[in-house]
């Protein structure tokens, strides 16, 4: 019955079977985001090598890759797992809670950036190209930008239930913090909440502190987030609701 | 499974969408009647744990509804297909069932396949199993929806208005399947279309502004309009009094069927009522209190 069916791959285990669902419920351009922002970056680079791009030009370039065009990417890619999943009213009135779904879907999508943004991170070590803080401490560059900035758009999601008032929330708040490094920068308060440090500050004293205070102002994004899920029909879009 | 809802309300923000529901189903076919607007699907969506309830009991085999344990205790034992399906256009309809089949806990693979195969067939579409559901027609839709439902045999099928739609074929069709499935488990079906009940549930509500007007067999409602339905012909003008259910154009004049407490004109004669005429008597009794 198992084997040789029209249809039915042979053997495989039904965690194995959930999870490739759930992986093409996360979809293609979602899948494939963060790695498409890292890919940016290298295509900046490659086209203007030849314009006589020095390198550490080329090294704060692929930075800003790691650390600023990720989160963003993952950020829109999160809010569209949120607030665009179909089927909701079904899948509300299944026994596996909508929540886990969604968690997997978006555990997915936190597995593809780590693969992607170790293996870019050891590339550009291995191309000379590096010039972060440090290597070892390398995941701080951007796991809690990709945290806090993918956890606010899923919150806005899932407040407003508009796929459109978050990503533009997300946006507006990665396009402040590129603007307004300086201002970030100046007072000790907000200095630690500056996502991008690395890429857009000349300084960055104290830079590992910093990033464990920005890992730390997470949690009330996450506690929000959960409570949310805890409420089913937040889920339901106005339009079905 | 038994389902007993005693004085349960529900609102959204402003609007009041059940106001004090009490119901008892106990198996078999059972027809929830009611206009746009009445709370059919949000009685439904509380009985399938997709919404909370406000204010009231709802219990289901036993399982209280106001509560999140007993909400998933009912979803392990429920078919449900909401009125507005969304399904993934890109997948199959097997692939479809099968992801279904995993949230809704069918873990034994082999059984698992078995049965979406089985599936397929009772809702005839096996030709198109392997097709994405991009571009189904209506019909093909509610068949998915139907099969998923049924995926772990559930004990209560909740159909929110599952003919909207189709063609009478079709539609006949799928109530024909649905009274099928009745013979072991709950089945509420909920509808626009009297008929519908009318051909399969014994049983049946009527739902009127968040309020249950009418509770019980079918044939009692049908007899609501005993005494009450007239058939008469008039030139051209409908009768000042009743309701029209129906007017048929004819070379001697028009011929109308009146719902209506009194004889509506000296020619006017009294014939046996349908389900619908008994529906529409209740509906005009409701009105008429709820405005006098
Ligand atoms: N999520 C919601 N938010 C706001 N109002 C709602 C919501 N759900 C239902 N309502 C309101 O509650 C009332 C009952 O709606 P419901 O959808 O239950 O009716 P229905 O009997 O299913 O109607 P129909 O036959 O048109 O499907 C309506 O006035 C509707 O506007
Ligand atoms: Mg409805």
Redesign the pocket.
């Known amino acids: 019955m198992t084997t040789g069916e029209p249809g039915w791959a042979a053997g495989v285990p039904n965690d194995v079977e959930m999870w490739r669902h759930e992986l093409r419920r996360l979809g293609w351009a979602a899948g494939c985001a963060p790695a498409l922002a890292l890919v940016a970056a290298v295509a900046v680079v490659a086209l203007t090598a030849g314009e006589g791009l020095e390198r550490p030009q080329a090294s704060l370039v692929l930075l800003t890759g790691l650390e600023a065009l990720l989160p963003l990417a993952v950020a829109m890619a999160a809010t569209s797992v949120v607030a665009a999943g179909r089927a909701r009213e079904l899948h509300l009135s299944l026994p596996t809670p909508y929540a886990m779904v969604l968690g997997r879907r978006l555990g997915l999508l936190a597995a593809a950036t780590s693969a992607v943004a170790v293996v870019f991170t050891g590339a550009i070590w291995a191309a000379g190209l590096w010039s972060g803080p440090s290597l070892v401490a390398s995941p701080l560059l951007w796991a809690p930008a990709v945290a806090w900035l993918g956890g606010l758009a899923v919150l806005v999601a899932l407040v407003t239930r508009s796929l459109l008032l978050a990503t533009t929330v997300a946006a507006g708040v990665w396009l402040a913090h590129q603007l307004f490094a300086a201002s970030f920068a100046a007072h000790a308060w907000s200095r630690p909440l500056y996502l991008f440090p690395v890429s857009r500050l000349d300084a960055y004293p104290g830079w590992m502190t910093d990033r464990l205070v920005l890992t730390a102002t997470v949690a009330p994004l996450a506690a929000g987030v959960l409570l949310l899920l805890r409420r089913p ?1 937040r889920m ?1 879009t ?1 339009e ?2 | 499974m038994d389902i007993a809802i005693t004085g349960l309300r529900r ?3 402003r ?4 106001r004090g529901v009490d119901l008892t189903v106990r198996g078999g076919m059972y027809g929830l009647l ?12 509380i009985m399938a744990g997709v ?1 909370a309830p406000g204010a009231g009991q709802v219990r289901i085999g036993g399982y209280d509804l106001t509560t999140r344990s007993g909400r998933r205790q009912v979803q392990r034992r429920l078919g449900y297909v909401p ?1 507005d399906l969304g399904l993934y256009p890109d997948l199959s309809p097997r692939e479809f069932l099968d992801y279904v089949a995993l949230l809704k806990g069918l873990d034994d693979s082999a059984a698992r396949r078995r049965q979406v195969e089985e599936l397929l067939d009772v809702v005839g579409l096996t030709g198109v199993a392997g097709r994405r559901m991009k571009g189904f027609s209506g019909g093909q839709r509610r068949r998915v929806g139907i099969a998923q439902a049924l995926l772990g045999d559930p004990a209560l099928l909740i159909v ?2 599952p003919t909207a739609g189709l063609d009478p074929e079709e539609r006949i069709r799928f109530r024909t399947l649905l009274a099928g499935l009745a013979g072991q488990r709950t089945v509420l079906l ?1 509808t ?1 279309i009297v008929e519908d009940v009318a051909q399969t549930c014994h049983e049946t509500a009527v ?1 009127a502004a ?1 309020q249950v007007i009418y509770s019980g067999s079918v044939a009692d409602l049908t007899r609501a309009a005993e005494g009450t339905t007239w058939q008469m012909s008039s030139a051209g003008a409908p009768p000042i009094e009743g309701v029209v259910v129906s007017a048929v154009a004819r070379e001697t004049g028009t011929q109308f069927r009146v719902i209506s407490p009194a004889r509506p004109s000296p020619d006017a004669t009294s014939v046996a009522p349908t389900l619908e005429d008994g529906y529409l008597a209740l509906m005009q009794r409701h009105s008429s209190t709820a405005v006098g």
């Open positions: 029909e339901l106005e079905e609701a | 609102s959204f923000g609007v009041t969408a059940l009611g206009g746009n607007g009445a709370g059919k699907t949000t009685l439904m969506r919404i009125q929110d208005e909920s626009h739902l968040g």
